[in-house]
């Protein structure tokens, strides 16, 4: 029988992980991660500690509840020490429910003051590496399924930290790059020149402005390609772009193997240029011992930023279509005005907004009535950006051989089935929905004919997972 308590706690910690989706700051998600804690699952107070770049200490970003400073005693903790230093170095997850029996409590009697009965630890972690531990604090037993509802919502905590962690690091080296290269005052081509000196540029098409990260990197590629020798240069303007393509030669470091120097000469620089919306390429010519480098970014927008609200289901698509509406240059709005362009996969929201952008995860032929785009999960930038722009203009985009149509259940099977996953029996739900047993029955069996499902059970699993069931 369907666990109705576990369905409802993963529910809750999905709203946890919705609320720090959008966010791009370390310190802002553990806290939203600690608050949703305390706020839902009655804990008396939540901490988060994140792995410092060297590996050796975990230091204490977020505290909600009971305890919100995060500069006391247990501010910085040694990895391997007390319980929560093993916990990230065992990777390892514990739940107590005898706190202050436990030998490892440094402070048996803060716990007994303090009522504290149970205890919940579980490591922040990837395939590679743990990046932090997650502990929850309680004045009353926890169950043992908690531990489910904490993997969940760890998942998503590590994946929007994870992200976080990269874009703070991208910035802080677009940071970098910009402090090396100080000739703003010219246009791109002349600081490109006096940077190569020796090779002679070619410039093909109008010259035009640039953001200045775009222009910054150009600079720093050049100042890669003056160390290699480079014998010829064109930067090119074509309408929707604007690139740089190089030859430079390889003879005196031939030895090396293509990744090895690529690592010296560009280092990270492939990152930044995917952040700032580019394509770097590198290609190898070993016969004759040169390389190929092509930089190119598309033009920038000269209209005004698009604005986009984004209301996914899942935890990581709502942080997957965030990232890629910040690099499209797209304006994320929390509006929920019927004229902003909605990206979303809950069919439940499909009339929340006159220009739905909808998300098709499985390719499907079939798409909700209304929506004014299509999109999916190899969807890039540029497209996304594209579709906004069209869609504001009044037209539609991706829904070319796609056939809308309403749900695919009416609404009083989306009621019985609702109902059905808080455990509600068959006569409960001819008697709140004031119908007889055998109607609920003929409604289930159309459920299940509908969704090509075999059980009830299978039948909820499918709208959870794909049609965007809400509870």
Not at 140 to 149: A, C, D, I, T, Y
Not at 262 to 281: H, R
Not at 427 to 454: G, Q
Request: charged share 20%; glycine share 4%.
């Amino acid at each position: 029988m369907l666990d109705t308590e576990l369905v409802w706690n993963l529910q809750r910690a999905n709203q946890i992980a919705l609320s720090f989706a959008n966010s791009l700051d370390l310190e802002e998600i553990s806290r939203l991660g600690t608050d949703g804690l305390v706020k839902y699952f009655d804990c008396t107070f939540a901490r988060i500690w994140l792995v410092e770049p060297d590996g050796k200490m975990l230091r204490l970003v977020a505290s909600s509840g009971l305890y919100t400073r995060t500069d006391g005693s247990f501010s910085r903790i040694p990895m391997g020490a007390y319980k929560i230093g093993r916990i990230a170095q065992n990777r390892v997850s514990l739940l107590s429910n005898k706190l202050p029996e436990e030998s490892w409590v440094r402070y048996p009697e803060w716990a007994i003051a303090n009522k504290l009965k149970s205890f919940a630890g579980y490591p922040l972690a990837n395939s590679d590496k743990v990046i932090g531990v997650l502990a929850a604090f309680s004045q009353n037993p926890m169950r043992q399924e908690f531990l489910e509802v904490l993997l969940n919502l760890c998942t998503s905590l590590t994946v929007a930290l994870e992200i976080a962690s990269l874009h703070q690091q991208e910035k802080q080296n677009l940071q970098a790059v910009k402090s090396t290269i100080i000739l703003p005052e010219l246009s791109l081509s002349d600081s490109l020149a006096r940077i190569l000196v020796r090779t002679k540029l070619t410039v093909l098409g109008t010259e035009r402005s640039l953001d200045l990260s775009q222009t910054q990197v150009f600079l720093k590629v050049a100042e890669i390609l003056k160390t290699l020798d480079c014998t010829y240069c064109r930067l090119t303007y074509e309408v929707d772009s604007v690139s740089l393509e190089a030859i430079a030669d390889t003879s005196s470091i031939i030895s090396q193997s293509p990744k090895e120097w690529e690592q010296v000469f560009f280092g990270n620089l492939m990152s930044i240029v995917s952040f700032c919306g580019g394509i770097l390429e590198i290609n190898t010519e070993a016969s004759i011992q040169v390389i190929q480098v092509s930089l190119t970014f598309p033009s920038p927008v000269n209209a005004p930023d698009l604005p986009l609200c984004i209301q996914c289901r899942l935890p990581l698509l709502q942080t997957g279509f965030t990232q890629l509406a910040y690099l499209a240059n797209l304006k994320i709005s929390a509006s929920g005005e019927r004229h902003i362009p909605l990206l979303t996969d809950r069919p439940s929201l499909v009339s929340n907004s006159d220009r739905i952008i909808w998300v098709n995860q499985n390719n499907s032929t079939i798409v909700p009535s209304g929506i004014k785009a299509q999109i999916n999960l190899s969807t890039t930038s540029s497209q996304l950006k594209e579709a906004v722009a069209t869609i504001m203009n009044g037209g539609n985009w991706g829904l070319d051989n796609l056939t809308q149509e309403q749900q695919i259940l009416s609404q009083r099977e989306r009621e019985v089935i609702a109902l059905l996953a808080k455990g509600l029996r068959d006569r409960d739900i001819a008697e709140h929905l004031h119908i007889s047993n055998s109607t609920v029955k003929f409604h289930v069996n159309n459920i299940l004919v509908k969704l090509e499902a075999k059980t009830r059970l299978q039948a909820l699993y499918k709208l959870m997972n794909t049609e965007g069931l809400e509870l």
